[in-house]
């Protein structure tokens, strides 16, 4: 545990001294901030562009530093040979990679921490203008649980980005970083649409038995990210369940887990 901790610590350090990382974080707050402009629309479409914005930010930015991080994370030890020196050391493959994982992963936690504070402040702003206008519409436009949805669904997008980063980590040992980068962003957007696969595999829409076939596998083997965007429920202000958020979580953290696996095997297979 010892080495999986410094090889996390050294480079989460590590990460905070890529520019191009820092230039996404700062644009990304930019963004966000800037939905504060949105005065010139009612409060209810305020509200709604408020959240699209904001939660959107939150993904679409976090989503490109998960990858161009995760992508990164391997090769460029490769490719400096600093990978020879800690191997060389007590430190295993497997070591070696969780290490590098959970560094990237505490990476991501800060960015979409620092995102999400920065949303919550634009919100916490605004929210008594949006609350008045709700007093004043009655019954059908309410707040009740916005709050509390917003901060779930910052939760969730954690760990979107975490089934991300898994994926571009082992996508970086199969293949260079610019692929890996396109491949992972490939997996990102389909994974975005996976009840169309399910829609395509269906013989009611016309797929043969071999589309449906290869439809169905890619439906079961992606990872479904649109689970993780609540932004819907959090505009009709429904409560959100913590059994949701649990189920959701726990398909997250087994995704994570066996492309992890994978990519140990592959990683372990692998000339270095």
């Known amino acids: 545990m010892k080495a999986i901790w410094r090889i996390a610590k050294a480079t989460f350090h590590e990460a905070w001294r890529r520019r191009f990382l820092n230039g996404i974080l700062v644009f990304a707050i930019l963004i966000i901030g800037s939905s504060w402009t949105f005065t010139y629309l009612q409060p209810g479409a305020e509200l709604k562009m408020l959240i699209d914005t904001g939660l959107g930010a939150i993904r679409f930015f976090g989503m490109l530093i998960a990858i161009f991080l995760g992508v990164r994370l391997i090769p460029d030890e490769l490719e400096r040979q600093t990978i020879h020196t800690l191997l060389a050391k007590p430190v295993t493959r497997v070591q070696f990679m969780l290490g590098k994982f959970f560094g990237g992963l505490a990476t991501v936690f800060t960015n979409v921490a620092l995102m999400g504070i920065t949303f919550f402040i634009v919100y916490a702003i605004k929210a008594p203008q949006f609350q008045n ?10 707040m009740q649980f916005m709050s ?4 779930k669904a910052i939760g969730l ?22 692929l890996a980068s396109i491949f992972s962003f490939f997996i990102y957007f389909v994974g975005q ?6 829609e395509l595999a269906s013989p009611e829409h016309g797929a043969d038995p071999i589309s449906s076939i290869v439809f169905n596998v890619l439906y ?4 479904h990210f649109e689970i993780f965007d609540i ?5 009709l202000d429904d409560f959100v369940p913590w059994g949701l958020l649990r189920n959701v979580t726990a398909q997250a953290i087994i995704y994570v887990v ?3 696996m994978l990519a140990y095997l592959f990683f372990n297979e692998r000339e270095v």
């Open 133 to 142: 206008a709700a007093a004043e519409e009655g019954p059908t436009y309410s």
């Open 148 to 151: 509390a949805n917003i901060a």
């Open 157 to 178: 997008c954690f760990f979107e980005l975490a089934v991300l980063l898994s994926i571009a980590v082992l996508a970086s040992i199969l293949f260079s970083w610019i």
């Open 220 to 223: 079961r083997i992606l990872p």
């Open 193 to 198: 649409m996976a009840d169309f696969l399910r």
């Open 258 to 260: 066996v492309v992890l």
């Open 231 to 235: 932004r819907e429920k959090i505009l």
